[in-house]
């Protein structure tokens, strides 16, 4: 990764798994890291051991805001909050997720996986946009102007939002008539079709920077980590209700899952590496499961333009945002 002093990057589920070890990662090399965590508590323990680790700080800075995004309120909050704040965000990083979970609502009545893992983030996307798009970005050399503000600044930049999608996108549907899993509930397959919206949107917003009349300045990049041993796995298990079903996961986890640290690695080469607007960020070892990124090509079914177009509608309509272009 190339040096990140000045640039500033928000990574929602900052506080485990592959989005702790991507804000260790990017702080270790000067950004400053938004860690944008539904627990303040667990956010402010996750940058203490991030610190400690570091031998007392990072060279970046670390600052912890909750953003819960099962809740659209607590999404515009956050953004409200760092837009007061920051001049400009030259990474987005749309990590947080859960996954395969029993049936719940947000607090705004969507299914969770789709609400938390989808809807939270188009939201939190759309409101930080404009902070997006007046970031110089991670591939400039320009240097930030201590107290310019986002009117002083180039808008041709190389600002990024980068979205973690899942090997899982393969067993998503898209079924328009019931997006919010009212009629029925198949937890793997809700997780699927929220890892698919996660594609369509990403490849969706990059056609919406490409058709804008100015050079946004902003590019929209999907990723997904393979399997990395985290939490993920666990909360599955524990929300199971099947009391062996985490012992068996953590087996699963130690025989198969990469370490986070590694898992994460797609994500942060999605976020600074050059690649273009639309790629899709894998591992490139075995099955695309494990080993060092590499640009590949997801299902067909997430380059489907008809479905980006309704997920997108159905988006605005659901969030009240849309992107201001
Ligand atoms: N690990 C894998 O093998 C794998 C494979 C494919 C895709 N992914 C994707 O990678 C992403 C990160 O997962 P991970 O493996 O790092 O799992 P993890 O260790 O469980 O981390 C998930 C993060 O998301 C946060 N989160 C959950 N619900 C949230 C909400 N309502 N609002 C805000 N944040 C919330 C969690 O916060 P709390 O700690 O407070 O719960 C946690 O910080 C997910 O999108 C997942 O789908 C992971």
């Known amino acids: 990764m190339p040096r990140l002093d000045g640039k500033?990057?928000?990574v929602t589920g900052a506080n485990s798994g592959l989005g702790f070890e991507a804000t260790r990662a990017l702080a270790a090399?000067?950004?400053t890291v938004v860690m944008a965590c539904r627990s303040v508590e667990r956010g402010a323990d996750a940058a203490a051991e991030i610190r400690a680790d570091a031998g007392g700080d990072t060279d970046g800075a670390l600052a912890v805001r909750e953003c819960d995004l099962a809740s659209l309120g607590s999404v515009a909050s956050f953004a409200e909050g760092v837009e007061d704040d920051y001049d400009a965000v030259d990474v987005l990083c749309n990590n947080a997720g859960v996954m395969a979970i029993p049936r719940r609502e947000t607090d705004d009545g969507f299914e969770t996986q789709l609400g938390v893992n989808h809807l939270g983030h188009f939201a939190l996307t759309c409101r930080l946009f404009p902070?997006?798009?007046a970031a110089d970005g991670v591939g400039s050399d320009a240097e930030e102007e201590p107290g310019s503000d986002a009117s002083d600044r180039d808008?041709?930049?190389d600002a990024r939002v980068v979205t973690q999608s899942s090997g899982a996108h393969e067993r998503g549907e898209m079924d328009f008539t019931d997006l919010n899993w009212e009629e029925s509930y198949e937890k793997w397959g809700a997780y699927g079709r929220s890892k698919l919206a996660n594609l369509l949107f990403a490849y969706e917003l990059q056609r919406r920077i490409d058709a804008a009349d100015d050079d946004v300045g902003v590019r929209s990049v999907a990723c997904h980590p393979g399997y990395a041993a985290t939490n993920l796995q666990l909360r599955t298990a524990r929300e199971s209700g099947n009391p062996l079903a985490t012992a068996v996961m953590r087996l699963a986890n130690a025989a198969f899952g990469q370490d986070a640290a590694t898992g994460a690695l797609p994500l942060l080469y999605a976020?600074?590496?050059d690649?273009?607007?639309g790629a899709y960020v894998e591992p490139g070892g075995v099955l695309n499961m494990r080993g060092s990124p590499t640009v590949g090509r997801s299902n067909d079914a997430s380059y489907d333009l008809d479905d980006a177009r309704r997920l997108w509608e159905f988006s605005t309509d659901a969030t009240g945002v849309d992107l201001s272009l």
Request: hydrophobic share 50%.
């Open 8 to 10: 500033t990057v928000v």
């Open 275 to 277: 690649v273009d607007g």
């Open 29 to 31: 090399k000067g950004a």
């Open 131 to 133: 902070l997006l798009a």
């Open 271 to 273: 976020a600074t590496a």
């Open 155 to 157: 808008t041709t930049g």
